[in-house]
């Protein structure tokens, strides 16, 4: 539409114009081009070195043409001209130029002009430097990944014997192109303890290394994986690196790095889903549409909806607690939330098509709004799950009480409350309103449609017809009543009431969630607790306040019953009708001592349920398309998008229902068959994880951008087998550690040279060799945990705080944990944005802000003095020396080896350890078993550098 009426405006306008006279282009000469070359040109012409805005202001058509916002300017009419509303800085968004206003008679002379039709000389126009336009059709073509996987032949190799199974095939393929040949197998015991730190991120026990070292049968490479695979700790491992992509925190960051409520949660759905080999198609849906999933899965052990919890992985980032600009905090926000995703899923960078076109790859600015609109019609929630049905065997039983209770009214001839106001944002008398909803247990899906009883308010236990009331059947239910979003457009909302408890109402204001951490800024726009004790009658209460700075804003309201008391809603409104009384007018002959007997059963039912085990999650909200932004301002506002996916990969032809956000249809569309990425990307990360670097070395991004597939005809068939087989991450795991590839040494193969080497495969790109690779900060912690005896095996749980040193203070600072963690594993380590583990730091863990599928891997000085000074290695190392007493002295040296290392030491390293020894003995005037000195021999082995790489 844009499009169409730029050209009709180059078309029209210079036929409304007519010639320019004399005057008119002497004007032009005089006035005008003399402002916009000293004031405009810098930014806005061939000769500028950056062009603004994609605006050019050097040529009569690319004025009319226009920018990023549009044509500059209508001519004849400067009131409806962009470029006379910027010069003027009647928009603070937009002011030109930036650094100071022109002078009033520049002003003048430039809105005569446009009211003059803007005339201009003939003149030739430089158009060779001018923007070239996004063509969508020409980038998919031309680009690899947006080419759907191809199925591949095995390819045909000369060392027919090398191969064990087709990843192997593909490989040697290449390296026998270049002429080179691959490593050796490597030993046994590196492979092991490779694989057994690949797997599970531990070291393998020297009685494991000693059962593979002596099991010679042709399976034993298969037994290993199997039991690794089949290890509760394979899931904490893999659970880790999925926990980078979706930049897992559980503090908001930011100055009070407020805590995340239940992210843990999140944390164990990973692990459980891994250990349980959920297939990949699945996992993904859960992601992004788990609360839409008609049948989730649900853990059999605990009840727990794990596919809901997946999607509170969308709420795992930073967030401020008082926004100056809160549909900008929100924009913000969901740039994020859409670079994870489209990071982690697609291997796409879509966020960076939030302002314009995306520079390189297929992807346009629609393409960002298109997904945006899924989320705006999704909300957060603390979701509350029933596990095992308890709640709900209980609320039928209620129920049924309730319905015999709300007869004995039915004679009783009681009056009900007295008609709406007539500006009513919402009444009950007919039902629930359309888009309005219920989650939980305590408000019924439904108000009250005559008289009934409240079981759960033995004072006012009658209720009137019209209300949605949260105590109809328990004072102990927990649950949300929540509104359609709409527009704000009075500074109140008045809401006629009645409460008591610890129960809420709320006017959400662009999403924004941070308001039991802090209201300011929001003042008023909250009521709870005392706000809304009524004393049991129907009284009006104001959502106000700062509310009247948000009148043109996108809310819906949210009222919370927390199950410790009660909520009744009867009317919403902009205005409040003034009535003398809302009580119920009871007859004399009714006796409120007949509802005892119902009152008190039902109390005995309620004292028996279990509390709602509560979730962060993402669910619908009301469905709408959004806007595009353009150059990013949500206070310039394009053309509607429909929601759908992106363009280059069909999106447009995805069907979104209008009665829902679409992001089931949308996740579903990603593992259809055929999709370039889906399978590619998390093949791609597999392989990053086992072989140090991806197919696609830029793992998170396989756009122009990115680095090109070293492998392409292997991704494809790994990505299509991947599919084929049900997308099994284990059964995909399986297949390339029990490759030759994985076997391989790290040492090449004496007969490739080291010219044909540096020629060929500098980088080890082809895989003539295995990479020598470090660690993950996390390994190397919990490798020290395991060797000194102190490892708590525990699976899954809460958090443990992280120990806090004396430099790490500052506004939120949490409590400090112990030392080590409590012995659980790092993953289980509290993630405050603000107070992270100075440890992990130093070994390069990220800093959760965005999704980060490839580590920084950085060798420093101030990691050796981590290892050498830090007090959890120092007390670890004491605790390992200690263990290390129990074992006869001749052998101590051997068995700290293998627990560190998987080998014996070599002669000359035992004779150097027994000469240190020797000399700490002399230092410390002791025995041979003295503590301190095993203490140290076990930190110096911590230090080795073999202690924190795999060869």
């Not at 282009?25 to 003399?34: C, D, K």
């Not at 150059?631 to 999106?651: F, K, Y």
């Not at 078993?929 to 140290?936: I, M």
Request: proline letters at 7%; a negative charge.
């Amino acid at each position: 539409m844009k499009t169409a009426l730029s050209l009709s405006i180059l078309l029209i306008a210079p036929a409304l114009m007519g010639q320019p006279s004399d005057a008119e282009l002497e004007f032009f000469e005089r006035e005008v081009r003399p402002v916009l070359a000293n004031s405009c040109y810098e930014c806005h012409s061939v000769e500028a070195k950056k062009v603004k805005a994609g605006l050019w202001l050097d040529s009569r058509a690319a004025i009319l043409e226009g920018g990023d916002n549009g044509p500059a300017i209508v001519p004849g009419d400067p009131e409806a001209s962009l470029l006379i509303e910027t010069i003027r800085y009647q928009n603070v968004e937009l002011e030109m130029p930036p650094k100071s206003k022109l002078a009033d008679n520049q002003i003048a002379a430039l809105e005569k002009w446009v009211e003059m039709g803007a005339p201009w000389p003939e003149e030739e126009v430089k158009v060779d430097a001018r923007k070239k336009a996004f063509d969508l059709d020409a980038r998919r073509a031309e680009h690899w990944c947006w080419q759907p996987p191809v199925h591949r032949a095995t390819p045909e190799v000369q060392q027919t014997d090398w191969p064990l199974n087709p990843v192997d095939s593909f490989i040697l393929a290449k390296l026998e192109e270049g002429g080179l040949k691959p490593a050796p197998d490597t030993d046994r015991r590196s492979w092991i303890r490779r694989v057994t730190f690949d797997l599970i991120g531990l070291p393998p026990s020297p009685e494991e290394v000693k059962d593979f070292l002596t099991d010679e049968d042709e399976r034993a490479f298969e037994r290993v994986v199997e039991r690794l695979l089949a290890s509760p700790h394979y899931g904490e491992k893999w659970a880790r690196h999925w926990m980078d992509l979706m930049r897992y925190g559980e503090g908001y960051g930011h100055e009070f790095d407020y805590s995340i409520p239940h992210a843990w949660r999140y944390r164990d759905y990973l692990i459980q889903a891994f250990n349980e080999d959920v297939p990949y198609d699945q996992f993904l849906i859960e992601h992004v549409a788990g609360d839409q999933i008609e049948k989730p899965r649900v853990d059999p052990e605990s009840g727990i909806n794990q596919s809901l919890v997946a999607t509170g992985s969308w709420w795992l980032g930073e967030s401020v607690h008082a926004p100056t600009d809160v549909r900008g905090d929100e924009v913000l926000r969901m740039d994020n939330q859409i670079d994870v995703f489209s990071k982690s899923f697609l291997g796409l960078t879509v966020s960076c098509a939030r302002c314009h076109d995306h520079k390189f790859d297929a992807i346009s600015t629609a393409d960002f709004y298109a997904l945006a609109g899924f989320l705006q019609s999704s909300r957060r929630t603390e979701a509350l799950m029933d596990p095992h049905g308890k709640i709900a065997a209980g609320v039928a039983q209620l129920e049924q009480i309730q319905s015999e209770a709300s007869h004995l009214l039915e004679e009783a001839g009681i009056f009900d409350l007295p008609p709406g106001s007539p500006d009513a944002i919402a009444n009950f008398d007919s039902g629930l309103p359309a888009g309005w909803s219920t989650e939980g247990f305590a408000f019924p899906s439904a108000p009250t449609s005559s008289i009934a009883v409240a079981l759960g308010d033995a004072e006012n236990p009658i209720v009137p017809r019209g209300v949605v009331h949260s105590g109809l059947l328990a004072d102990r239910l927990s649950g949300y009543l929540r509104s359609p979003t709409f527009t704000l457009t009075e500074p109140e909302i008045h809401l006629r009431v009645a409460g008591k408890g610890n129960v809420s109402a709320r006017v959400v204001i662009d999403g924004y969630y941070m308001h039991s951490f802090h209201q300011l800024l929001f003042g008023g726009t909250i009521l709870q607790g005392s706000a809304l004790d009524t004393g049991g009658k129907y009284e009006w209460k104001t959502l106000g306040g700062d509310l009247r700075k948000y009148v043109g804003h996108q809310v819906y309201l949210e009222f919370e019953d927390k199950g410790e008391g009660y909520l009744a809603i009867d009317e919403v409104s902009y205005g409040r009708a003034e009535h003398s009384s809302f009580n119920l007018l009871v007859p004399d002959r009714f006796d409120a001592s007949s509802l005892q007997p119902y009152q008190k059963k039902a109390a005995a039912i309620a004292e028996g349920l279990p509390n709602a085990v509560r979730t962060l999650a993402l669910v619908d909200g009301t469905p709408e398309n959004d806007y595009v932004h353009i150059r990013g301002s949500h206070r310039s506002l394009g053309d509607e998008v429909t929601r759908r996916g992106l363009s280059a990969l069909d999106g447009e032809e995805l069907s979104v229902p209008s009665d829902a956000s679409g992001r089931l249809e949308l996740a579903k569309s990603l593992v259809s068959g055929g999709h370039p990425l889906t399978a590619r990307v998390y093949v791609n990360r597999l392989w990053h994880y086992l072989f140090g670097v991806g197919i696609v070395p830029s793992v998170d991004d396989f756009g122009v951008m990115g680095q090109e597939p070293s492998h392409l005809e292997l991704l494809d068939w790994l990505a299509l087998d991947f599919a084929e087989k049900g997308w099994s991450t284990k059964e995909m795991i399986r297949q390339l550690v029990l490759s030759r590839t994985y076997r391989q040494s790290c040492v090449a193969d004496p007969a490739n040279s080291p010219s044909l080497i540096e020629q060929v495969d500098p980088s080890n790109i082809l895989l003539h060799k295995a990479r020598v690779r470090r660690l993950p900060a996390e390994s190397i912690r919990d490798s020290i945990l395991s060797v000194s005896g102190t490892l708590n095996p525990k699976v899954g749980g809460g958090s443990v705080p992280v120990y806090l040193t004396s430099f790490m203070e500052g506004r939120g600072m949490p409590q400090s944990g112990p030392l080590d963690g409590g012995g659980r594993r790092s993953l289980y380590l509290a993630i405050k944005r603000n107070f992270l583990s100075p440890f992990e730091a130093a070994f390069d863990r990220p800093i959760p802000f965005t999704s980060i599928g490839r580590r920084s891997v950085s060798n420093v000085p101030a990691q050796s003095l981590t290892l050498m000074n830090d007090p959890f290695v120092i007390q670890e190392a004491a605790r390992w020396g200690k263990q290390l007493l129990e074992v006869p002295g001749e052998d101590r040296i051997a068995r700290a080896f293998v627990q560190a290392f998987a080998r014996p030491p070599l002669e000359v390293e035992t004779e150097t350890l027994r000469g240190f020894l020797t000399t700490q003995q002399e230092s410390y005037q002791c025995g041979p078993d003295d503590e301190r000195l095993w203490a140290d021999f076990c930190h110096l082995l911590i230090n080795k550098k073999e202690f924190i790489y795999l060869k």
